[in-house]
């Protein structure tokens, strides 16, 4: 009679990041995360400008104060709205671009060229709005 | 213009039986599998209690123990030699599925789990042993999945949804199939050197029944067309506990947990029948019971059904005046008999855990069918000679393990151990012959005018009418109870409804998935296999196992000690095949 | 019980699109769909074509999407499903109909077959001649995914699948789940790697629709979570 | 684009609760990445060219995107609901026997987070149109 313990086996397998595709993995994760910090970020801002303030009371002068005028030293509340203001650019923005990605590969990843063209055009207008934001955060506003 | 394929080895059907035919066959040679319904839909996977092998796993066991069981059970009607094949590679079947991944139940100590099944015993003791492995209550699926999951593995080829029509048979040589694929209506001739037919049952000609509806006894229905016998169809067991009105099998596992039959005074009646094995004695002798119970007038309300108790504190109760330790609670039954549970929750609206569940019994297994020797090759005559090329397994076959009636889980067993022994020999066979001609241009004409003559006949009789008329008559006078007047009556009536299948209304007359003309092309099957049936009852005069006539209720081993060979060739003839007795000389048949 | 039977029709060898045959009923209230199916196919219009074999839920044959839902035919009840006198049947979602009820089923079954779905062990057998040892336990773990009986409710219910008729599915998902957390099995790691492609198990937008229709009530969603997890901390348990 | 066709036509019918909540989490998701292309277009421009921040913010007083607005907070509540209740049950494999309480949950907190937010937005727009 063999005996061997009995009870629950648990085994491991190789560390994932030599699975044949960790990519989908790792997107999968990101969405999750992000999106739960994206909660607390893009709610709070969506909540903050569009009702504490109120879209109709927001103006370019508004956006100076907050911010900080171009050129100029900022104070630690400044930095701290660019720093909030850049987190949910970065985070929203490969979220989003990557939901797009997976909705563009459901619908149109048979098709080789529509997936690569449609996929380039979106990159490529988020690519460049983000470098804009992220310049625009980085030196501030400009004052009228 | 039909296509043309050739192989080795073709196995019809992929039931357990054609799957593990194929498995084995396929090591060797180049394979395939004709089968009219995806692997994984055939009526194996429907198979719910287990698979007897004496393990001894948890309690004493052997498989001579088993042997005398079968063929006790049998009625004396087995060929013994048959039979200790069949429980001594039923432990080596059992151990290789479960090489081959099927999931059983464990014990505590990891080894596959066993219980109690209607008839099982220890020889010594006469009380019932666990010698049924499971896995829960889907063994047949657990069966048929891992089969075919092997078979995916050994990379057989499959043809699915192809149904056969007829086989190419060349003197006393079978050549391949004929069959049609369904989903275009096109003809493709198979060209083999071995051929298995695995159709499976055919207990689609009674209304009350456990069986599927593709199963309509296609393969014995052809090969009595080609003019070959077949054996035992007056054997047909009727399983005790169908679901009441449905048929829907609840397994006998039931009973094997602890379930007991009740009348309508309350009263577990098998304790009178049968004092020591109670409601574990087999199936045909539990059915007689309960029909004597609704004939006296004790079924529930005086209706014609009784109940099956598994309510847990009822069975314990049992437990307790059976002197037997073991005590049970609800979760236990859920997990072991998962499935039969939510079959009565679903289909009569009952909780089998609150309330006892009607039942009546129901058409179940066919222990005759093509006549094989050991090796699953098809015998063409009562004495023995052979049809070369051709090979059968499964319920289609009778080998004859199973006698005048089968102990439960012993189907599976056969499927596994003569199904192999069948791949094995097909192997064999197909390794050392050659292709024997055969006419391409015209093999599959015959198939094509039958399937045409249906498919274009402008006549006034719907095939479903006639099957249910089939069915309801098959019930009433080819049922648990014979008569020779009630027989004689069934003949004339199946010869009539054979008049009336001439005069088919048929509304599709497509091509592609006419499932109109499939299923009219199997009523002729079953029209033909109940005719045969019916005969051989009614030539049967005594009562053995599943066949009891009213008029002959004892059993007469003097003149009835054989095996029943049926032709149809125009008229009905029978001859006799002595049964094989090595070991055990018949004696009364006592619980 | 009066039954009005709307039954979406498709003959490919004459019609172009698919059409709604409408059939007036007698029936039992406790008789199942199939039963009402069958008395259309064999008293009113014999061209209606679907599948079916056991009739009463264990074979997967007759999937279909039923007053809008995925359900086998043969185990939903007349009087539970009725509406107004009325039940609406249509073919499952997403795969080519090939007539009536009756769907293309071989991209299924390809998927099915590609995860693998066979035990892998390729140690010796136990010396003694006899089974492998499992704990009750381990046996236990992965119990639900062998009740599926390949119906594909579950995968025609997911819209992810709709969407992307590459995407793997919940069944074959499950079918791989029933291996990868067998403890005799030794292919997990294959096994995960094809399930980690683009069109694996992070397809799943955990919809729950494959739950909601599995008639063997599988935790489909379930199943597939823990391969996900699997997938993600390389720990099988 | 077959499987965009049936969703299109046949999908949205099914009746499980499932693919509704996919396609609105689907929807909000892509109106809201649309938004906000645009947003962070226009919030850049604050450094780049102030004149055109300052139409940009004007624009968004005007009626038509006043409308916008509200389908932009409902965009953005349901999506981060649904997408907290996705993110979190997809953590735990156990928690998601609680699925159909989880999606009447995020239903009521989008409900009850959302009306209120889009009843102010629409008071503080249509006081500023009257005014
Ligand atoms: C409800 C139920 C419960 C049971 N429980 C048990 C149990 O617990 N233990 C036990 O031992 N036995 C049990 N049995 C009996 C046992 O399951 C069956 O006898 C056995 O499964 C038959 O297997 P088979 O391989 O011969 O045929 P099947 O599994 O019926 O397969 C038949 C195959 O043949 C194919 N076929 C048929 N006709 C054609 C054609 N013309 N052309 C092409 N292909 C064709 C079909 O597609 C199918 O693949 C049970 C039976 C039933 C009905
Ligand atoms: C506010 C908090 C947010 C949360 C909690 C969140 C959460 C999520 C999650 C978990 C997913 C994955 C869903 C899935 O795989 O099915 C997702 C998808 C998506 N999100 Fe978000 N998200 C948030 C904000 C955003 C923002 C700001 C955008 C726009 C830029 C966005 C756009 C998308 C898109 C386009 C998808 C793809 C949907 C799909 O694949 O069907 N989300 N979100
Ligand atoms: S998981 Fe359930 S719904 Fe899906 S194929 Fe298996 S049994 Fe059918
Ligand atoms: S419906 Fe589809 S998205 Fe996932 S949870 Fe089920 S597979
Ligand atoms: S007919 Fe077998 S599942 Fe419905």
Known sequence: MTTQPLGRTIRTVKPIPQARNNFERTMWLFMRYSGLALTLLALTHFGYQHIIVGTQNITTAQTVNNWGEAGKSINLGQFAWRAYYMAILGLAMLHGMNGVRQIAWDYIGNNKTAYTVFMGIVVLLSVIVTILGTLALIFGATAK | MAHYHQFDALVVGAG???????????KS?????????????????????????????????????????TIKGGDFLCDQDAVDILCKDAIDAVIDLEHMG?????????????????????????????????????????????????CIKNDVKFFDEFQMIDIIMDGNKCNGIVAVELSTGETHVFHSKATMLATGGFGKMWKITSNAHSLTGDGPAILLRRNLPLEDMEFYQFHPTGVYRMGILLSEAARGEGAVFINGKGERFMEHYMPTLKDLAPRDICSRCIYQEVQSGRGIDGK??????????????????????????????????????????????????????PIQPTAHYAMGGIPTNNNAQVLADESGNLVEGLYSAGEAACVSVHGANRLGTNSLVDLVVFGKRGGIAMA????????????????????EDSLNAIRNSKGTERPAAIRKELQVMMDEKVGVYRTGAGLRQALEIITDLQARFKN??????????????????????LLDLAEVTAAAALWREESRGGHYREDFPNRDDKKFLNHSIVWKNGKIEIKMKPVRITRHQPVERKY | ???????????????????????????????????????????????????????HGVCGSDAMRINGRNRLACKCLIKDEIKNGQIVIEPILGMRVLKDMIVDMDPFFAHYRSIMPFLVNDTPLPANGRERLQSPEDRQRFDDSTKCILCACCTTSCPSFWARGEYIGPAAIVQAHRFIFDSRDQAAQERLEILSDVDGVWRCRTAFNCTESCPRDIKVTKTIGEVKEALRTGVIA | MEGLMTIVKEGWRYKGSGNVMWMAHRISGLGIMFFLILHVFGMSMSFFNPALHEIMLETYKTPLFAVGELGLAACLVFHSINGTRIALLELRPEWWLQQKKATQYSLVATVVIGVPMILIMAMASINHFVK
């Open chain 2, 16 to 26: 357990g039986a054609g799957l593990m035919a194929a498995l084995y066959a396929s």
């Open chain 3, 1 to 55: 019980m009066k039954l009005h039977l709307k039954i979406k029709r498709f003959n490919p060898e004459h019609d172009k699109k698919p059409w709604w045959g409408e059939y007036d009923l007698d029936v039992e209230p406790g008789d199942r769909i199939l039963d009402a199916l069958h008395e259309v196919k064999w008293t009113l219009d014999g061209t209606l074509a679907l599948r079916r074999s056991c009739a």
């Open chain 2, 102 to 150: 099927l999931p059983f139940d464990r014990t505590p100590d990891g080894k596959i789990s066993q219980r109690r099944f209607g008839g099982h015993t220890n020889n010594e003791t006469k009380q019932a042993v666990q010698r049924a492995c499971h896995a829960a209550d889907r063994t047949g699926h657990m069966i048929l999945q891992t089969l075919y999951q092997n």
């Open chain 2, 304 to 357: 014609d059904f009784v109940y099956l108790d598994f309510r847990p504190e009822h069975i314990n109760k049992w437990f307790e005046a059976d002197g037997n330790p073991k005590r049970i609670d609800a979760h236990y039954l859920e997990t072991r008999l998962p499935d039969i549970i939510e079959f009565a929750r679903v289909y009569l609206g009952v909780d089998p855990i609150t309330d006892p569940v």
């Open chain 2, 428 to 447: 064999e066979y197909a390794k050392n012959a050659s292709f024997h001609p055969i006419n391409k241009e015209t093999v599959h004409q015959y198939s």
């Open chain 2, 504 to 525: 088919l209304k048929i509304d599709d007359r497509g091509m592609k998935w006419n499932t109109d003309v499939s299923e009219a092309w199997e009523l002729g099957c």
């Open chain 2, 29 to 69: 040679v180049k394979t395939a599998v004709i089968s009219k319904l995806y692997p994984t839909r055939s009526h194996t996977g429907a198979a719910q209690g287990g698979i007897s092998a004496a393990l001894g796993n948890i309690e004493q066991d052997k498989w001579e123990w088993h042997a005398y069981d």
